[in-house]
């Protein structure tokens, strides 16, 4: 009989420390059958994403720790095999959050349909087209609320989120810089992306290189990082900037930094407003309206780093946190 392969979550890694592939483990687990209103699903698609290294922690948080001995929660891109559901019927594409597994049941909720062809794979709705490229519009546009001609700073630059921020702030017709580690990615973001310049975090201070790429300093900023970069930002923002405050990943593993520039805050009258994605459901449709036509008509590029099988998770999950990807980190099962 077939079986399902799933990894689960056995051991917590420490609270302020990193996580190692220990934490985790692969199971085998009988195929599931789906009953009355279900479906079975083959996930083809894993995303992984920084916030599983919150949710591996115990402690509180906007959403609840990751149970252990439990499924990994998890964005997934897959295909309907058996319907018992009026809804969906065998061959069907969902997107959904069906956790690290190769088949998983669902009752439909939280499923979109989609509409995958080799213009627009299956995988691009785990980025651009998905809960990556939602974020990136809406803590832009509904946050940062640029003007054509400000400056526009985002952090993780070469990454699934401030890829699409960038590209987006372009489009509206700003100066974009944006902050990445490496030569390499710098070079994308400025080369492929059409950055107007980036700075390489990675090569020594990052200082000199702001002051030089923003010379009326920064309008919008756009922080995915936290840590030392976000404290030397806040040290070059204008009167009456914006930050839409998206993630923190430099601390995710390790102790916060505390911030010896907070009071650019104050000085500059700057509004900074963090947000959650998955809570700001009204604006999702306009959003992936917007983006849809920015990938159809080839004006938002975006790029994947793809792992194959499901064992090579917990790696690739680690790899991202250490900045191994080069846009949006996913796992291939089929
Ligand atoms: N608020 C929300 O609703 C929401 C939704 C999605 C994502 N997020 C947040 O958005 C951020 C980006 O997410 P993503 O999915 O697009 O990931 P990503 O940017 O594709 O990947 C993470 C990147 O973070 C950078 N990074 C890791 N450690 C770093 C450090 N110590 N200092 C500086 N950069 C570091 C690495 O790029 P470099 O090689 O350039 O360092 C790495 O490639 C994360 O903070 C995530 O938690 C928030």
């Known amino acids: ?19 190692s592939e220990e934490n985790f483990r692969l199971v085998e687990a009988p195929l599931p059958q789906p009953r009355e209103g279900e479906i079975l699903v083959r996930n083809h698609w894993l995303s992984l994403d920084p916030y ?4 591996m922690n115990e402690a509180r948080s906007y959403a609840l720790p990751q149970p252990l001995g439990e499924v990994m ?27 690290w597994q190769e088949y998983a049941l669902s009752e439909g909720a939280g499923l979109r349909k989609v509409n995958a062809d080799s213009a627009t794979p299956l995988s691009a709705y ?14 832009l546009f509904d946050i940062c609320q640029p003007q054509a001609g400000q400056t526009v700073v985002v952090t993780a630059a070469a990454g699934a989120v401030g890829s699409v921020v960038g590209q987006l702030a372009k489009l509206r017709g700003c ?13 994308y973001v400025v080369e492929e992306l059409g950055f107007d310049a980036c700075l390489d975090y990675k090569v020594g201070a990052l200082w000199p290189a702001l002051k030089a790429a923003t010379p009326e300093r920064i309008d919008c900023l756009f922080e995915n990082v936290g840590g030392e970069i976000f404290d030397t930002l806040l040290g070059r923002m204008n009167a009456h900037a914006r930050i839409a405050l998206c993630g923190m990943i430099a601390q995710y593993n390790s102790a916060p930094y505390p911030l010896r520039n907070l009071s650019s805050l104050l000085v500059n009258r700057i509004r900074l407003q963090g947000f959650i994605v998955t809570e700001l459901t009204e604006r999702w449709p306009v959003a992936l309206a917007d983006l849809g036509e920015h990938v159809a008509a080839g004006r938002l590029k975006y790029r994947e780093s793809v792992v194959e099988g499901l064992a090579q998770a917990p790696a690739a999950l680690i790899g991202l946190l250490r900045g191994e990807n080069f846009g949006k980190q996913l796992v291939r099962l089929v």
Do not use: Y
């Open 175 to 187: 100066r974009v810089v944006g902050v990445a580690g490496g030569v390499d990615k710098c070079r």
């Open 1 to 19: 009989m077939e079986k399902n392969r799933q990894i689960i979550l056995v051991s917590r890694p420490p609270q302020q420390g990193w996580l």
């Open 73 to 99: 929660l998890g964005g997934t891109a897959g295909e309907v095999i058996v319907s018992k559901h009026p809804g969906f019927k065998p061959g069907d594409q969902v997107v959904g959050r069906l956790g």
């Open 126 to 139: 785990l980025s651009v087209l998905g809960m990556p490229g939602v974020t990136a519009w809406i803590g």
């Open 52 to 55: 599983m290294r919150g949710r």
